[in-house]
């Protein structure tokens, strides 16, 4: 170690200690990109912060699983009774694979508009992208990680009271194999339609959010992107345009998303929606068109963005 300089004031000394270079392993961009998606998705659920960023996320996550738990709960009760009661009640009940999703539409949306804003603005109001930029993420990576890692909290979101679901069928069963191979046809609707809600509310809430640092703004136009499309499709269907409300229907995320699980589980729409006649198509490419397009529109926000 170097001498200390004499200090020409009663402060103290200043010691030259040199520097020194870093010797540890360089882990590089693909470990910076799972770091941040890792800690994307640990933050959409208040992992690994203070006890008021976890709020949010159980009572949402709570209310998502609340009727998973109720049904299995109902049909415990029912197998008592027989596997007549339980197959009965299973076939009667609202709660099913291919109603929960519109079940639980209203809390995912509500998990957007609460936590999507958390990930971008943060990093926006306490000025670190410059920090992530100077490293070896590049803009678009930065921007994946982060979007990618919201997704993955929305899937997680879905198909976990699904999970219940199916587990709990299975288990208050008499025959616990035929249960399963009773349901196991329900598992590939549930994946693919819950990895295209996860991605389009996702994809879209995360768009939103990167244009602004104030979680307000960024909560107000989130909500406002899920609900006011459908309403303006439904006035313009209402003054007499239907046609031209039934294709502006495809601008409503939560519509296009009850066309898909209407699509996959082989479904019909109730009777007063209007834009039952589009073909099955229209929703997947709509529904694709919006991830695509907002994970496109997010990239670009943040290669213009000034680090």
């Known amino acids: 170690m170097t001498a200390p300089f004499s200090a020409t004031s009663p402060t103290g000394s200043i010691f030259d200690l040199g520097y020194r270079g870093y010797e540890g392993p360089r882990l590089g961009r693909a470990h910076a990109i799972r770091s941040l998606f890792s800690h994307s998705l640990r933050s959409a659920y208040g992992i690994g912060r203070g006890g008021r960023a976890k709020i949010a996320p159980v009572i949402f996550g709570g209310m998502a699983v609340i009727p998973a738990i109720a049904i299995v709960g109902i049909l415990t009760l029912a197998a008592r009774f027989g596997e007549g009661a339980n197959e009965a009640i299973s076939g009667q009940s609202p709660i099913r694979y291919e109603t929960y999703f519109s079940t639980i539409s209203t809390v995912v949306v509500l998990f957007c508009a609460a936590q999507a804003p958390e990930l971008f603005?943060?990093?926006?109001?306490?000025?670190?992208?410059?920090?992530?930029?100077?490293?070896?993420?590049?803009?678009?990576?930065?921007?994946?990680?982060?979007?990618?890692?919201?997704?993955?909290?929305?899937?997680?979101?879905?198909?976990?009271?699904?999970?219940?679901?199916?587990?709990?069928?299975?288990?208050?069963?008499?025959?616990?194999?035929?249960?399963?191979?009773?349901?196991?046809?329900?598992?590939?609707?549930?994946?693919?339609?819950?990895?295209?809600?996860?991605?389009?509310?996702?994809?879209?809430?995360?768009?939103?959010?990167?244009?602004?640092?104030?979680?307000?703004?960024?909560?107000?136009?989130?909500?406002?992107?899920?609900?006011?499309?459908?309403?303006?499709?439904?006035v313009v269907a209402g003054l007499g345009s239907t046609s031209i409300g039934t294709w502006l229907i495809l601008t409503s995320p939560t519509s296009v998303l009850d066309g898909t699980n209407a699509v996959l589980f082989g479904s019909a729409f109730p009777s007063d929606f209007f834009f039952i006649d589009l073909p099955d198509w229209a929703y997947f490419a709509a529904a694709l068109a919006g991830i695509v397009g907002a994970v496109a529109v997010t990239i670009r926000r943040f290669m213009k963005i000034s680090a």
């Open 121 to 234: 603005g943060r990093d926006q109001r306490h000025g670190v992208i410059s920090l992530y930029f100077a490293r070896a993420l590049r803009r678009t990576d930065y921007a994946l990680a982060r979007v990618t890692g919201f997704m993955a909290a929305l899937l997680i979101l879905e198909l976990l009271p699904q999970a219940i679901l199916f587990a709990g069928r299975a288990l208050v069963s008499d025959d616990l194999l035929s249960a399963i191979r009773r349901d196991l046809p329900s598992i590939p609707p549930i994946l693919i339609h819950g990895a295209l809600s996860a991605a389009l509310l996702g994809g879209l809430s995360m768009a939103v959010s990167a244009f602004t640092p104030r979680r307000a703004y960024a909560t107000a136009g989130i909500i406002a992107l899920f609900v006011i499309p459908g309403i303006v499709a439904g």
